[in-house]
């Protein structure tokens, strides 16, 4: 059973230009959560999704950033216009019954 | 305000002591605790999950206690190995319905042969 699969792993985009970070959750996980990481820093949330449906986005910022759980495929955090502030690790968790989450191996956005 | 309060400075220790690691917390009422284990440049790996209505659970060499009545929980590793060394994070969901998951800042240990 393949756990959480995060990609790109790196990420470097120029300001203003879009990021797409895909997840894949584990088999038979529908509860996806997306994480940002700053060096030395927590983890800070930032959005919960299951299929199709948006639960929480209380820790996404209301502009450029949005997500998405399709019925197929992965899910996808995309942030609009990037600034350099947007430079972190994300990781994506996915869980089976909303509790013990399993995460991926991050993406490490570098925006120029 | 909620806050999460785990020790922000490293704790070195001995090998093949016990490593003990404090959680604190403050206005949540959590329907559990869970501890995770983060590795530099990595994601965190589940350790354990511990109820409200539970007191201690084990897991091999890991030991979880949640006293909801001091609001605190403290995760020990016996017989610590050098290999154990990485940052610990806490991570509590309220009660009652759902309530987001959110982590504590962790606590790195490191395991000095």
């Known amino acids: 059973n393949a756990g959480v699969m995060q990609n790109p792993r790196h990420l470097v985009r120029r300001r203003g230009q879009e990021a797409r970070l895909r997840c894949s959750p584990m088999k038979g996980h529908s509860h996806v959560y997306w994480y940002r990481q700053l060096p030395e820093e927590g983890l800070k949330f930032m959005v919960y999704l299951q299929k199709e449906n948006i639960i929480d986005e209380s820790g996404m910022p209301k502009e450029r950033f949005s997500a998405e759980f399709p019925k197929e495929g992965p899910s996808i955090l995309r942030i609009q216009q990037v600034v350099r502030g947007d430079s972190a690790a994300y990781f994506c968790a996915s869980s089976l019954r909303g509790d013990e989450q399993y995460f991926g191996p991050g993406t490490r956005l570098t925006v120029t | 305000s909620q806050k999460i309060e785990q020790n922000s400075e490293a704790l070195n220790i001995q090998e093949g002591k016990t490593a003990t690691l404090t959680c604190n917390y403050t206005n949540y009422s959590p329907a559990y605790l869970q501890w995770y284990r983060q590795d530099p440049g990595r994601g965190p790996v589940f350790l354990l999950l511990?109820?409200?209505?539970?007191k201690e659970k084990r897991k091999e060499r890991l030991k979880v206690t949640f006293d909801t009545t001091l609001k605190q929980s403290l995760f020990h590793i016996t017989a610590s190995q050098p290999a154990d060394s990485a940052t610990y994070l806490c991570a509590l969901e309220g009660s009652g319905g759902y309530q987001k998951v959110t982590f504590g800042t962790g606590t790195k240990l490191q395991v000095i042969p």
């Open positions: 511990i109820r409200e209505n539970e």
